[in-house]
C-alpha cells in the first residue's frame, strides 16, 4: 500500500474568509485545521486531496485522471455542510473504490479538554485517532478503518470511510459531510459543554441512468408526435 511522494500544491476548494481559524480563535468554539479526502481506485494505491487548512493553501495528489471539486458551507461556529466530489475520467471502471474523509479539529484550540466518541454515523466504517496517525496508517495499512478510538495527543482525527461496489468511467462520487452540535456523528465534545458531531453520506448519479431518462423521455416525445399526426 502506497501514498504518492509527489505532491502538487493546487487549491481545490472554496475558500470563504475567515473560515479557516487561527490561534486567535475564540475558546470553547470548534477549531478546524484541516478536512482531508483519502482516495484508493484500486485498494492499492492511496492519494488525498485536502482542500481545507488552517494555511489556506490545500493540496492534492490524486492523478490527472480524477477531478474533485470542493465547497463549504460553515457558518462562523464552524457549523454546517462540507461537499466533496471526484469525478472518473480515466476511460476506465474501478469495482474496489475506498474514500476515507477526515476531519482534523479541535475545541477551543489547544484541545487539551477534549475528548471523542461514536454517536452513530452513516459511513461504512469510522475511527477516532490523532489525525497524524491516520495518515501514517493510511501509508501503511491502506484505508481500512478499525471502528475505534485512540485518545488523540492534541487534534483529533475524525475518519468517515466509505467502500463503493463500481465507479464507471464518468461518474461523480458526491460525499456531504454534515458538522453539527447535535448527533448522530462521530462525537468530539470537551468539559465546557462544546460538542461537534461529524456524519457523511455520498450518492451516485450514474451516466448509464441519466441516459435511460433521456431514451425515455425521447421516446415519449417521438410517440405523442406520431400520435398528434394521425389524429390530424
Do not use: C
Not at 74 to 81: C, R, V
Not at 121 to 127: Q, R
Request: glycine share 8%.
Amino acid at each position: 500500500m502506497k501514498i504518492s511522494s509527489t505532491f502538487r500544491t493546487v487549491r481545490t476548494g472554496l475558500y470563504v474568509s475567515g473560515l479557516l481559524l487561527s490561534s486567535t480563535s475564540q475558546a470553547g468554539l470548534v477549531d478546524i485545521f484541516a478536512f482531508s479526502s483519502y482516495f484508493s481506485p484500486d485498494n492499492t494505491n492511496v492519494y488525498v486531496d485536502t482542500p481545507l487548512d488552517n494555511y489556506g493553501i490545500g493540496y492534492s495528489d490524486i492523478p490527472y485522471e480524477f477531478v474533485t471539486s470542493f465547497t463549504s458551507a460553515l457558518d462562523s461556529d464552524n457549523y454546517g455542510t462540507l461537499q466533496w466530489q471526484i469525478k472518473n475520467n480515466s476511460g476506465s471502471s474501478f469495482t474496489d473504490v475506498h474514500i476515507v474523509g477526515v476531519l482534523d479539529a479541535v475545541i477551543d484550540f489547544y484541545g487539551d479538554d477534549d475528548y471523542a466518541y461514536n454517536a452513530g454515523n452513516s459511513a461504512d466504517s469510522w475511527e477516532i485517532n490523532d489525525s497524524y496517525d491516520l495518515s501514517g496508517n493510511f501509508y501503511y495499512y491502506g484505508l481500512a478503518l478499525n471502528n475505534s478510538v485512540t485518545p488523540a495527543f492534541f487534534s483529533h482525527g475524525l475518519a468517515l470511510g466509505f467502500n463503493i461496489d463500481e465507479f464507471s468511467h464518468g461518474s461523480i462520487l458526491s460525499f456531504t459531510y454534515t458538522l453539527k452540535d447535535y448527533g448522530p456523528g462521530l462525537h468530539l465534545t470537551d468539559n465546557y459543554y462544546t460538542d461537534l458531531y461529524f456524519d457523511g453520506t455520498y450518492q451516485v448519479p450514474e451516466p448509464g441512468s441519466l441516459l435511460l431518462f433521456t431514451t425515455i423521455l425521447f421516446g415519449a416525445s417521438v410517440s405523442l408526435r406520431r400520435r398528434l399526426k394521425i389524429n390530424s
